[in-house]
């Protein structure tokens, strides 16, 4: 390890050591350690789903309304299949090392994150301090949609035909106008995501900011092409540490620039963090 990475790791620890409130940002590299795709480019997502690289769909023709339209049982096929891998997924062992740090603060810990995946809340952190900006692939709600309504996906098994990505098992039905359902995810050319889960949870993270004194922020694979992740990580105030492999660095030099995998980070800050506490 360089000598320049060491000490951004030791001043990471020393942020984390000095800070009253822990505000975790991430976007879909904090899942790739965990085993997931980060769906980066076509190549990337067409690795993972080669059904519809046969095809030629690409990721922003299937994450979207229309397809759900057009081809439900295609959509399900996608839908279905990242339900069931992020059930079965197991979060690695950086969620853990990120609850330490909040489990030594006054108070504790918030989690803003553009992942649909629910592994943060799998990995113990409380669902009222986890704010989804694009939803949840656990959640539902009517295509159509017949009213603002949101509900739990706990009652859905699908059933996937991998190699074709199809939907072999009866798609969610909305239980109050018995048409098709789809996730309360926002979507691209998405007009009618319920957003009122997502916009409680963003106002309870608001309300949280409000209380702490000593933020530190540690973002873990925000991606630059939908910048939301980032921007809210630069403006929450505080201390900023920004874990990126491909794109560690902030505007102006006003953070601690990590050139790491989010487990190896948090891994080697976590232990110079433990030392500092003695």
């Given at each position: 390890m360089d000598a320049d990475l060491t000490a951004t790791l030791e001043q990471c620890a020393s942020a984390v050591a000095n800070a009253d409130a822990l505000l975790v940002t991430a976007g879909a590299g904090m899942g790739v350690d965990s085993g997931l795709p980060d769906f980066r480019g076509n190549q990337g997502f067409w690795k993972a789903y080669p059904a519809l690289a046969h095809s030629g769909t690409s990721f922003t023709e299937i994450a979207s309304p229309s397809a759900f339209r057009a081809d439900p049982a295609r959509a399900w096929g996608f839908y279905g299949h990242r339900l069931r891998l992020y059930r079965e997924t197991v979060p690695h062992e950086?969620?853990?090392?990120?609850?330490?740090?909040a489990d030594d603060m006054p108070w504790g810990a918030f989690v803003l994150t553009s992942n649909v995946d629910g592994q943060f809340q799998k990995a113990g952190f409380k669902p009222s301090r986890v704010a989804e900006i694009h939803g949840s692939i656990h959640h539902l709600q009517c295509l159509q949609p017949?009213?603002?309504?949101?509900?739990?996906?706990?009652?859905?098994?699908?059933?996937?035909?991998?190699a074709q990505c199809r939907l072999d098992s009866e798609p969610p039905r909305c239980p109050h106008c018995g048409g098709m359902a789809r996730p309360n995810i926002l979507m691209f050319a998405?007009?009618?995501?319920?957003?009122?889960?997502?916009?409680?949870?963003?106002?309870?993270?608001?309300?949280?900011?409000?209380?702490?004194?000593?933020?530190?922020?540690?973002?873990?694979?925000?991606?630059?092409?939908?910048?939301?992740?980032?921007?809210?990580?630069?403006?929450?105030?505080?201390?900023?540490?920004r874990i990126n492999p491909r794109a560690p660095e902030i505007p102006?030099?006003?953070?601690?620039?990590?050139?790491?995998g989010g487990l190896a980070a948090l891994t080697e800050i976590h232990r110079r963090w433990k030392i500092l506490r003695g």
């Open positions: 950086g969620f853990r090392l990120l609850r330490d740090f017949c009213r603002d309504a949101i509900w739990e996906a706990t009652g859905f098994d699908p059933r996937v035909d991998e998405d007009w009618d995501w319920i957003d009122t889960r997502s916009a409680a949870q963003l106002e309870a993270l608001a309300a949280w900011l409000e209380r702490v004194e000593r933020l530190v922020v540690i973002e873990i694979g925000a991606g630059v092409d939908i910048p939301t992740i980032r921007r809210f990580s630069e403006r929450a105030g505080g201390a900023l540490v102006g030099h006003k953070g601690l620039s990590v050139p790491s």
